[in-house]
């Protein structure tokens, strides 16, 4: 705490991960018969990520404004191997800043403006081209050349009392989506994987009101709204989808 208004906060954190998976499986041709290893699906995987950051963030409030800002480097290790062969073999690092800025005329009134940066990485499910069957033509998999997702988002709000407003807005480079169709015609299988996007536009409102007719009786309703734009490609050609959608809730409570 450097003075009333001045805080300087600075941090460093670091996280291990290490994972082993041993997948085998084999086939029985005929009853009572030799089981085969089948190669495609039989490996020994194995993932060490390490990840490092140092952080330092400053708050500043003057007068009826407050304004806190911070920056966040990490790096990356990460190290994906099946039997002799390395998967993924990715060393990278990143910046984050983070902006808060707070004004608060009085008690019954505040305006607030945020922007943030932030990571999706992807989990060893997601890498790791381990099988799950759902039949014997279609099974789950990972994807060794799923990349990390990167977001950056602002939001803006308004309170009165207890009536809140808030717009938000994000962008997604590279988004991960699960549970994407892959076909071989040439083996009749169907694979699902985790798959990145191309990009994914966000636009968000809400707005919460509490009413209270008498002293026992609180009545809370909330609308929201949302806008979504996917950016991606499938079997090699451009795709966009939009979607518009809304939600009304009301909770009474005596």
Request: hydrophobic residues 30%; negative net charge; glycine residues 8%.
């Amino acid at each position: 705490q450097i003075n009333k208004s001045l805080r300087i906060e600075t941090g460093v954190k670091a996280t291990f991960s290490q994972f082993n998976n041993d997948v085998s499986v084999e086939n029985q041709l005929t009853p009572g018969g030799d089981w085969t290893v089948l190669p495609d699906y039989t490996n020994r995987y194995r993932l060490r990520e390490d990840i490092s950051a140092a952080y330092g963030s400053l708050r500043y409030d003057f007068g009826n404004n407050s304004l806190q800002a911070g920056l966040r480097y990490e790096y990356t290790n990460s190290v994906l191997t099946g039997g002799e062969e390395t998967l993924v073999d990715r060393h990278y690092g990143n910046l984050f800043p983070t902006l808060f800025y707070g004004y608060d005329p009085n008690e019954k009134h505040h305006f607030g403006l945020a922007y943030k940066r932030r990571i999706t990485r992807p989990t060893f499910n997601d890498l790791a081209p381990f099988v799950i069957f759902l039949d014997p033509n279609t099974y789950l998999s990972g994807n060794a050349a799923l990349q990390p997702a990167f977001t950056d988002g602002i939001k803006a709000e308004y309170r009165y009392k207890s009536y809140l407003l808030s717009l938000e807005y994000s962008r997604d480079d590279n988004p991960i989506a699960n549970f994407q169709p892959t076909i071989d015609p040439d083996q009749n299988r169907q694979t699902f994987i985790a798959a990145n996007m191309k990009s994914r536009d966000n636009v968000g409102m809400s707005f919460t009101a509490p009413f209270h007719p008498t002293p026992w009786w609180e009545i809370q309703s909330n609308l929201t709204g949302s806008w979504q734009n996917i950016q991606t490609t499938y079997e090699g050609r451009p795709v966009r989808l939009q979607q518009l959608s809304g939600s009304a809730y009301i909770g009474q409570t005596f």
